[in-house]
C-alpha cells in the first residue's frame, strides 16, 4: 500500500499489524498526556516496525506519520508471530535489524553530543539527504521537529536555518523565506 505525506499508518496505543517499510520515510511521534507531539524517530526503507513488537506483540509505542509518499508492507501479526515460532533462525534476522536500528540511534546520539548546534544541523541535513534529496530538511520536517530531534529550540533551528541561507547567497536579504514551517 502507499501513504501520503502527513496520512498516519497508525496510532499511538492501537495494537495491529506490523509493516515493512519499502520506500519513502515515516516519523514516530510520541504524544504525552497533554497532547504535546514530540519525534522520537525516523524510520527508513527496510525497517520493520514497530521495533518493540518484532518479537512479541505490544500497543504502538507511538504515532507513525508518512514524511513523503512510502511504500508500506503490512505483515498480520499472527502470521509474523506464527513463523517465528516455526522458524527459530528469523530471531537472527530480527536482531540484525535491531543491531542495524540501534547503530542509527548510536549515529543520533554522536549527533546530540556535537559541540556546536550548527554542527548538529549539518549531521542531520547530510544524513537526510541520503533519503530526500535533492528536498531540504524542511520539507519534510517543521523546524520544532528538527530541534526536537536534535535537542534544540526552535527558535535556534531558525537562526541556524537563516545563517545557512545568508552564506550560501551571501546576503542578509532575501524576500522568500526558504526556511520551510516554523511551527506546524
Known sequence: MFIHKGEVL???????????VKSGLLKILRVHEDGTPTLVNIIVPGEMIPHHSLLTRSPYFGTAVALMTSEIETLPADNWYRALEQDPLQYRTIALKLQDKLRMMQQRIDQLTEATPAARLRKLQAWFQAYIAPNALTEVLTQDEIGQFIGLRRETI???LRDQTVSATGSAGSSSDPLGPKNS
Request: proline letters at 7%; aromatic letters at 14%; glycine letters at 14%.
Open 10 to 20: 497508525f496510532r499511538q496505543g492501537e495494537s495491529g499489524p506490523l509493516y515493512q
Open 158 to 160: 531558525n537562526r541556524l
